[in-house]
Each structure stands twice: as structure tokens, then as C-alpha cells.
């Protein structure tokens, strides 16, 4: 194997390491999810293809590549303030919530 080919592989390395960790705050949502769902193997299932997929958005790079990480974080509100809101606010206002 010479120098060009083992350049090549770090580069690819490289890349591949920089989308792990852009994509791991999905690993957040994953545990998230399952901590308070009752499906959990599909939700297992869904948080790893968001995951896999930010990753090769990432990995591939141009806009889509830029733009999979920050519409992770933004998701980060809409998926957390029903968790928040049937956590907290639900025991203060009516004692309980209904499903």
C-alpha cells in the first residue's frame, strides 16, 4: 500500500469521525426516547437510522451535510417540551393528565 492509498484511509477516517460526532447527539434522543416510551425496539430503531443518517449526511458533506447536525439540534424544542410539559407542568395544574 503505498503513501497515496494510506493518505486516502485517514482521510476517509477522518471524515467518518468528524460525522460520529455531529451525529451523536441523536444518541441523546435515542435514550430519551426509550426512557419514556413504552415501544422501545422501534424506537431503538428509529433513533439509530437518525443517526446513521446524519452521520452519511455529514460524511457526504455540501449542503445537506451542513445543514443535517443543526436540524438535529433544532429538533432538540418540538421533541423535548412534550417531555418537559408532561413531566412537570401536568402534576401543578390538574394533579394528573389525561392520555
Known amino acids: 500500500m ?4 494510506r493518505a486516502r484511509q485517514a482521510y476517509e477516517r477522518g471524515r467518518w469521525g468528524f460525522a460520529a460526532a ?3 447527539p441523536g444518541l441523546g434522543y435515542a435514550m430519551l426516547a ?10 431503538v ?3 439509530g437510522l437518525l443517526v446513521v443518517l446524519v452521520a452519511a ?12 447536525p443543526v ?8 421533541f423535548g417540551v412534550p417531555v418537559l410539559v408532561q413531566g412537570n407542568v ?3 395544574v390538574a394533579g394528573s393528565c389525561a392520555a
Not at 2 to 5: A, H, I, Q, S, V
Not at 71 to 78: H, I, S
Request: aromatic share 0%.
Open 2 to 5: 503505498g503513501p497515496r492509498e
Open 90 to 92: 401536568c402534576g401543578l
Open 57 to 68: 449526511l455529514v460524511h457526504r458533506g455540501g449542503a445537506l451535510g451542513r445543514a443535517a
Open 22 to 24: 455531529r451525529a451523536a
Open 34 to 43: 426509550v426512557a419514556i416510551g413504552s415501544d422501545v425496539p422501534l424506537r
Open 45 to 47: 430503531v428509529g433513533a
Open 71 to 78: 436540524g438535529l439540534l433544532a429538533g432538540l424544542v418540538p
